[in-house]
Structure formats: C-alpha cells, structure tokens
T-cell receptor, first 112, second 111 residues
Framework: NAGVTQTPKFQVLKTGQSMTLQCAQD?????MSWYRQDPGMGLRLIHY???????DQGEVPNGYNVSRSTTEDFPLRLLSAAPSQTSVYFC???????????FGAGTRLSVL | GNSVTQMEGPVTLSEEAFLTINCTYT??????LFWYVQYPGEGLQLLLK?????DKGSNKGFEATYRKETTSFHLEKGSVQVSDSAVYFC??????????FGTGTSLTVIP
C-alpha cells in the first residue's frame, strides 16, 4: 500500500536554484493537489489537477509550476527558489467524486 | 468565502485528561467537516468526518459533532494518551470538494 509518495523528504536550496518536488500515487485518483504548510497558517493550496492534462491554480501559486502528464504523477517545480518558499510541502490525492484526501509524508524545503 | 477557525495551541495535557479542541467554520451551502491528525514527521491522516448537520464522527476514542446552529465541529476525547501527541487540523470541503484547513493545534500529552 504505497498510497501517495513524495520525494525528496528534505532539500536545501540556495536562492535562485531550481528543483522539482516529486509526487506519485497508485490509487488511480483523478484529483491531485499541492499544499504548503507554514507555522500559524495551516495548509494553503498551491496548485491542483482534476485529471491528466488539466491543472489549475490554488490560493498561493506564484513561484510554482505544475504539470500532469499521467494520472499517477504530479510534480511541483520551483524555477527560481526564494527564501519565502521555505516550507513543508504536501501532495494529496483523492477521487474526484469523494471528499477524502490522502496525503504524502511531505517534503521539508529550506531556501537559503 | 469559506474558512475554518480553530483554537490556537499548543495544548499540553497530562495522560488521561479530557481533551477539547474548538473548531468553527464559515461556509456557504452544506459543507462536509473533517478532523485530520499529523504525527511527527508524517503527512496528514483522516481522523474522522461528518457530512451533515447533527452527524457525529468518531474514531480511536475521538468524537466531533457537526453543529450547524453554532457552525462548530469541536474535537473531544475523554482520556488522552501519550500516543495522541500530534497536530490536529480541522477542515471543511465545500460542495465543489475544495478543501479549507484550519491553522492546526499542537497537542502534547505528558505521562
């Protein structure tokens, strides 16, 4: 039972570097999303996808890109990292018709 | 718009104490309500849910009742254990299945 798998678990970047956070799910869920978790602010939605080839912006999309070429994968790209992007990132998935989300274990990102 | 407000922490309790974490919401329509739990170093896990007014969600000794008249979904447990130490998030999903999370409440249970 892999569920939602995120890699890496930890990452340190320098300002201006780029990287991709990986997310994969094996439950054939149509809906996938990325959140960031910051102290005192809970989880905020960055981007989401309702199916392969379809993505949309959430509450805090600036500085992030996503794509959804397959049902299983939903990578999050930081093109030019900034210290304000230091956070814990969670990927989640669910069936579109159901409202129970399944979360990955998270990626802790520090941008220096 | 939709939003969730939950009590700020951190909360520290002795083992076997009674726990209440308050959660209120603002929403249009008829949202579903959730409590998620996040153990150290892990992602969020669904703890319990309720989909309509007066429903009671329960799991692992935790309970919460969907109160439409007070727009609340308070989490309770009669006797907490050290293993309940975690961060608890209240959340709602609207009719479009978009999720809104509270800021989280950190609970530490000491022996």
């Amino acid at each position: 039972n892999a569920g939602v798998t995120q890699t890496p678990k930890f990452q340190v970047l320098k300002t201006g570097q780029s990287m991709t956070l990986q997310c994969a799910q094996d439950m054939n869920h149509e809906y996938m999303s990325w959140y960031r978790q910051d102290p005192g602010m809970g989880l905020r939605l960055i981007h989401y996808s309702v199916g392969a080839g379809i993505t949309d912006q959430g509450e805090v999309p600036n500085g992030y890109n996503v794509s959804r070429s397959t049902t299983e994968d939903f990578p999050l790209r930081l093109l030019s990292a900034a210290p304000s992007q230091t956070s814990v990132y969670f990927c989640a998935s669910r069936q579109t018709s159901k409202n129970i989300q399944y979360f990955g274990a998270g990626t802790r990102l520090s941008v220096l | 718009g939709n939003s969730v407000t939950q009590m700020e922490g951190p909360v520290t309790l002795s083992e076997e104490a009674f726990l209440t974490i308050n959660c209120t919401y603002t929403a249009t329509g008829y949202p579903s309500l959730f409590w998620y739990v996040q153990y150290p170093g892990e992602g969020l896990q669904l703890l319990l849910k309720a989909t309509k007014a007066d429903d009671k969600g329960s799991n692992k000794g935790f309970e919460a009742t969907y109160r439409k008249e007070t727009t609340s979904f308070h989490l309770e447990k009669g006797s907490v254990q050290v293993s309940d130490s975690a961060v608890y998030f209240c959340a709602l999903s609207d009719t479009g299945n978009q999720f809104y999370f509270g800021t989280g409440t950190s609970l530490t249970v000491i022996p």
